[in-house]
């Protein structure tokens, strides 16, 4: 069993900053690779950015690209995400989760089989 611990979120103008955190507990965090997801008021949930086991390898989705970096450090069981240069569509409920497979990365959300309970993030205008 795998638990997974969302904190950072909260109230922020544009163009602002926020670092989320992910916090994990319960098998070997260095051994799996870790995604950060969210969803929208009224949308559906989607992949934001995705970072492989040893942390050398991540990807974005188009609309973050440049303005957020996901990294981890293992030795603290911890995943992040910085999140700059915010903007109003960047709100929503934001969730980490943890990947099935050490293969290839991936965007797909049921490619992550445990999950957090989100953090919500609002940025206004």
């Known amino acids: 069993q795998v638990q997974l611990v969302e904190s950072g979120g909260g109230l922020v103008q544009a163009g602002g900053s926020l670092r989320l955190s992910c916090a994990t507990s319960?098998?070997?965090?260095?051994?799996?690779?870790m995604g950060w997801f969210r969803q929208a008021p009224g949308k559906e949930r989607e992949f934001v950015a995705s970072?492989?086991?040893?942390?050398?390898?991540?990807s974005y989705a188009d609309s973050v690209k440049g303005r957020f970096t996901i990294s981890r450090v293992n030795a603290k069981n911890t995943a992040y995400l910085q999140m700059n240069s915010l903007k109003p569509e960047d709100t929503g409920v934001y969730y980490c989760?943890?990947?099935?497979?050490?293969?290839?990365?991936?965007?797909?959300?049921?490619?992550?089989?445990?999950w957090g309970q989100g953090t919500q993030v609002t940025v206004s205008s």
């Open positions: 970072i492989n086991w040893l942390g050398t390898s991540t």
């Open positions: 989760a943890k990947a099935r497979s050490s293969r290839n990365l991936s965007s797909r959300q049921e490619e992550y089989d445990y």
């Open positions: 319960g098998r070997t965090f260095s051994s799996y690779h």
